[in-house]
Structure formats: structure tokens, C-alpha cells
Nanobody, 125 residues
Framework: QVQLVESGGGLVQAGGSLRLSCAASGRTFSSYAMGWFRQAPGKEREFVAAIIWSGDNTYYADSVKGRLTISRDNAKNTVYLQMNSLKPEDTAVYYC??????????????????WGQGTQVTVSS
């Protein structure tokens, strides 16, 4: 069982930056692939970024490439999402997720086994 707790969300102006953190419980964190997803009002939850268990490979949605960076610190059981050059369309609740079955990472939300409660990111124009 893994529990995930996100933090770092908030209100920021367009062009600004935020850093989200996701702290995980459990001794097997380093064996999980981790992902970030987001859900805007009235829209489906969508993939943002993923990182494999070792941190060696990362994957991004086209809409965030070059602006958002996912990373992890297995010693701290934490995954991060550095968000730069934010746009109003980035406004959403951001969720981190852990996949035990797909340690190589996945953009499909059905492949993730554990989810955090989400943190709100609001980008004003």
C-alpha cells in the first residue's frame, strides 16, 4: 500500500513558476513508476508527465514539453514537478500517481495503482 500526498500548488501569474511535490509512504517507492496527471473543470483527467523507477527516463505530454520537468528523489520518497512558463490553460488540479505494474512508466491513467488527493494550480492571465 502506498499513500501519496501532493503539495506546492497555488495561484501564479502567467509566465511564472511553481514546484509541486509528492511525498510517498512505503518502503518500495523506488520500484514504482510515478506520474503526474491533471484535471481541469469539466474535462477528463489527462496525462502530464511520468518517470520510471530509476529516474533515468521521463515522458511528457506534448502540451507541457519544454516547460514542465518531472524528477524524483528515491532517498526522500518524493517526486517533483517543476513548472515553468505557466499558462492559463495549465490551470487544473494536479494529481500524482504510482504504478507498481508498469515500473517503466505509462501515460495511461488506468495503469496507475495509487493516487494522491490532488493540489490546485491556478494560473492567472
Amino acid at each position: 500500500q502506498v499513500q501519496l500526498v501532493e503539495s506546492g500548488g497555488g495561484l501564479v501569474q502567467a509566465g511564472g513558476s511553481l514546484r509541486l511535490s509528492c511525498a510517498a509512504s512505503g518502503r518500495t517507492f523506488s520500484s514504482y513508476a510515478m506520474g503526474w496527471f491533471r484535471q481541469a473543470p469539466g474535462k477528463e483527467r489527462e496525462f502530464v508527465a511520468a518517470i520510471i523507477w530509476s529516474g533515468d527516463n521521463t515522458y511528457y505530454a506534448d502540451s507541457v514539453k519544454g516547460r514542465l520537468t518531472i524528477s524524483r528523489d528515491n532517498a526522500k520518497n518524493t517526486v517533483y514537478l517543476q513548472m515553468n512558463s505557466l499558462k492559463p490553460e495549465d490551470t487544473a488540479v494536479y494529481y500524482c500517481a504510482a504504478s507498481q505494474r508498469y515500473s517503466g512508466g505509462s501515460s495511461y491513467r488506468g495503469n496507475y495503482d495509487y493516487w494522491g488527493q490532488g493540489t490546485q494550480v491556478t494560473v492567472s492571465s
